[in-house]
């Protein structure tokens, strides 16, 4: 078993940071707790993402946007073009998160985790999650999984994404969110999110997800369950974003499993 360090993992970057942004942490947990979660479940059960809206303010979008060019905060900068994923740019965050991103991932893990069992135990899955976001990172960090998922997206004038999954390992937790930090018509034009999804023996159905800035979406990592004749199956999903038209979009990802 790999040895993980007795240090907090989600110590704040500084003092500063944890002074400042104490309130702001709240009230992002607040605002997560007030969303309506008996349709946000219901809705990824029958069509695999739901929206959550106004999830930040429009201070908080432009802060976490702004620090893109901050290279302390981030591990690693992925140039899509390079890798056949697109184009434009993104930043995977590094341990300590930033405190509104720390704020967002735990904050929202607990009722998403509820989906997550719910799909498991549909599917006849062995999978399981545990209440709290800490818990199940240190499942993945024992299984070498240790690097930080959350990711900041920069796209600018016929950037785009291509149709994916974010899968970084043997633990896999199957739903993830998006928060569009910029707002449509004013920053960009274009630039839609865009999910499709596969049935066996059937055509790929797509959707497209309107968003305002601050509005989060949660969607499925990799599958869901689909109710059929003979009791439920697997519907396969991806997602992309289409090309912006004008201007520049900015998006924060959150991914609840570390990658190896």
Partial sequence: MRRISSLPLFAAQDETDLRCTADGDASIAARVAAQDWARIGAELDRRGNAVLPGLLTARECTALAEAYDDEVRYRSRVVMARHGFGRGEYRYYRYPLPAPVQALRTALYPPLAATAARWSQTLGEAADYPPSLDEYLQRCHRAGQQRPTPLLLRYGEDDYNCLHQDVYGEHLFPLQVAILLSEPGRDFDGGEFVLTEQRPRMQSRVEVVPLRQGDAVAFAVRHRPQPGARGHYRVA??????????????TL???FHDAS
Avoid at 237 to 250: D, I, W
């Fill in 237 to 250: 999903l991806k997602h992309g974003v289409s090309r912006v038209r004008a201007g520049r979009r900015h």
């Fill in 253 to 255: 990802g959150l991914i």
